[in-house]
């Protein structure tokens, strides 16, 4: 099947450090999304995507939709302890799936 | 708002018991996805319905798991008999039916473990 990449796999952060990770595919897509999950619940709607190009907004979250339809990047500004979790993108399909990348955990720098 | 509300949230079993998973999507939304989230093969979609009716079962890892929607507010992920290596995180998600591009909204999960 169609693979996402998504990196780092994990990264260290330290309060106030903007972070950055991203998303590729070999394929064009039509959507994008970024999802949150904190330990014990549920991935959570970041921000979603849907022009190449895109650059969204949602706080201190940014993310953009690359021009060739086959990346994503996600970033983090001035990194706060409550951003840890796993961070996921994903990519719209045929039908009404969605297919996921493997995720980048955000630590806290000890 | 209610979202999508999973129960149970933990459920510790023996293997070769049958174990029944439950999901109430959020109302007016007319897909559901079921998932299951391992250390190693991440988050993997089993089965999605659209309108309560199946329409792609091919993440359903073997006949022992089997899903039903009998209703708009109502479904189950079954799995008899259950094994040791069935042991996940099983989420529900729900969405608006949409051409791929319809966020999805996931329930908390029921973590599952089989002794």
């Known amino acids: 099947g169609q693979q996402l990449n998504q990196s780092p796999q994990s990264m260290f952060i330290q309060e106030g450090e903007d972070v950055s990770m991203n998303c590729t595919s070999s394929?064009?897509?039509?959507?994008w999304l970024w999802y949150k999950q904190d330990p014990g619940e549920g991935p959570v709607l970041l921000i979603a995507?849907?022009?190449?190009?895109e650059l969204t907004s949602n706080g201190r979250l940014t993310a953009q939709f690359g021009t060739t339809r086959k990346d994503s990047f996600l970033n983090i500004s001035a990194s706060i302890p409550s951003d840890v979790g796993i961070y996921f993108c994903?990519?719209?399909?045929?039908?009404?799936?969605?297919?996921f990348g493997g995720g980048t955990r955000v630590l806290v720098k000890p | 708002d209610a979202g999508v509300i999973q129960s149970p949230r933990h459920e510790v079993t023996e293997m070769g018991q049958e174990v029944t998973l439950r999901c109430k999507p959020i109302?007016?939304?007319?897909?559901l996805f079921w998932y299951r989230q391992t250390m190693m093969r991440g988050l993997e979609l089993l089965i999605y319905?659209?309108?309560?009716?199946?329409?792609?079962d091919s993440g359903m890892p073997e006949d022992r798991f089997s899903a039903k929607m009998p209703n708009a507010s109502f479904s189950t992920l079954k799995i008899q008999p259950s094994e040791p290596r069935d042991s996940a995180v099983y989420f529900c998600?729900?969405?608006?039916?949409?051409?791929?591009?319809?966020?999805?909204?996931f329930g908390d999960g029921t973590r599952l473990s089989i002794l």
């Open positions: 998600a729900s969405s608006l039916e949409g051409a791929g591009n319809q966020p999805q909204h």
């Open positions: 394929s064009i897509f039509n959507t």
């Open positions: 995507l849907y022009k190449a190009g």
């Open positions: 994903a990519r719209g399909a045929a039908g009404n799936k969605l297919t």
């Open positions: 109302s007016g939304h007319n897909s």
């Open positions: 319905f659209n309108n309560n009716v199946p329409i792609d």
